[in-house]
């Protein structure tokens, strides 16, 4: 179990999965003062661009870009020193594309951060969530246990210099053990009892994440989706923090 200190709330990161303006503003006015971190995919990216970074943090909040970057590490270095500028407190990679594309992006990252200011976090996407072992085999032609390519990608993101990788958190014990207790863990396919997994298929629960070992866990259409987002969210936090006591 992670340390209790830790305040799940900074930990918690909403996914805005919406694509208008309009959709996150009705979003965030039941949970305005209880959330703390959000998610930007790229429906609502490319939907609404950069400007919808700079509306999320004027309300004070920290946003996790999830662009998913992947290219030639040339086209990576120059994607990253953009999005450095729009003041996103994370980022991510694809770790597929390979040790010398994440180095580049880190570079990238570092160059385009202004002076003064801390380096966005930065982390590599393993095997997506919705992922199955059938899928990984038989269409992507990977070979072996997800488990395994998992890890394998954390090593990879671990040399290439970034914070830490996307995981599933049944995924993450092995990670730390692999990449160390201070590689960051960030964790979709995160399902409070009773709802829907939807696309997901390698999930747990919020409390059964934080058992595990997860930094941060991501969490959607569980609260975004609910009738009331705001009892939703404090029902989740509630058995955290119970569960971490």
């Known amino acids: 179990m992670q340390p209790t200190t830790i305040d ?25 003062g209880r959330i703390r971190y959000v998610k930007v995919g790229m429906e609502l ?17 920290k ?14 270095r120059g994607a990253m020193k953009s999005l450095a500028r729009l003041g996103a407190d994370m980022v991510n990679v694809h770790a597929a594309g390979g040790v ?8 990238g990252l570092e160059q385009g951060t202004a002076a003064g200011s801390p380096r966005p976090i930065l982390i590599g996407v393993t095997v997506l969530t919705s992922t ?5 085999n038989e269409q992507l032609a990977i070979p072996g246990a997800v488990e395994d ?31 160390g207790e201070a590689f960051l863990t960030v964790t ?36 975004t989706a609910a009738k009331d987002p705001a009892a939703a969210w404090e029902s989740i936090v509630s058995a955290v923090e119970a569960d971490r006591l």
């Open 8 to 32: 799940v709330r900074e930990r918690m990161i909403v996914a805005l999965d919406f694509s208008t303006l309009d959709e996150i503003k009705q979003c965030l006015a039941p949970l305005e």
């Open 45 to 61: 990216s490319y939907a609404e661009g950069p400007a919808i970074v700079h509306y999320l943090k004027e309300r004070g909040l």
């Open 63 to 76: 946003v996790f870009l999830d662009l998913k970057v992947h290219d030639i590490p040339n086209t990576a």
């Open 100 to 107: 010398a594309m994440m180095e580049a992006a880190r570079e």
């Open 132 to 136: 199955s072992l059938q899928t990984m």
């Open 149 to 179: 390519v998992v890890v394998h990608y954390a090593r990879m993101t671990k040399q290439a210099g970034l914070d830490g990788v996307v995981a599933s958190p049944l995924e993450v014990p092995m990670i730390r053990q692999a990449a």
């Open 188 to 223: 979709p396919g995160i399902r409070p009892l009773g709802s829907d997994k939807g696309d997901q298929t390698r999930i747990t629960t919020p409390e059964q994440a934080f058992r595990l070992g997860s930094d941060y866990l991501v969490i959607g259409r569980a609260i």
